[in-house]
């Protein structure tokens, strides 16, 4: 009997004990694990030069982005609407 009552007392201390770590775990990663969003200091084409050039200076590093024709359109048009000017894609 007080083997069994010893046995659920570790079982349900360990349980806290892994519930306890596993939180703290996850709140020290989880910022490095977050996309973070910052401003840029340049405007919107020298931000994506910019980008990509640090990207494919980077040994093996390349960046490869392809768009349909009316996704590039419906982009301009969102950029259009919510920064009130045109945006110049390559």
């Given at each position: 009997m007080k083997a069994k009552a010893r046995t659920i007392v570790y079982i349900i201390f360990g349980f806290i004990a892994g519930v306890i770590f596993s939180g703290v775990v996850i709140s020290i990663s989880s910022g490095e694990m977050m996309v973070k969003e910052m401003r840029s200091p340049y405007d919107f084409e020298k931000t994506v030069t910019v980008i990509?050039?640090?990207?494919?200076?980077?040994?093996?590093?390349?960046?490869?982005?392809?768009?349909?024709?009316?996704?590039?359109?419906?982009?301009?048009?969102?950029?259009?609407?919510?920064?009130?000017r045109d945006v110049k894609c390559r």
């Open positions: 990509s050039d640090r990207i494919n200076a980077k040994e093996g590093g390349h960046l490869a982005w392809r768009v349909s024709h009316r996704e590039l359109q419906n982009y301009k048009i969102l950029f259009r609407e919510l920064f009130g």
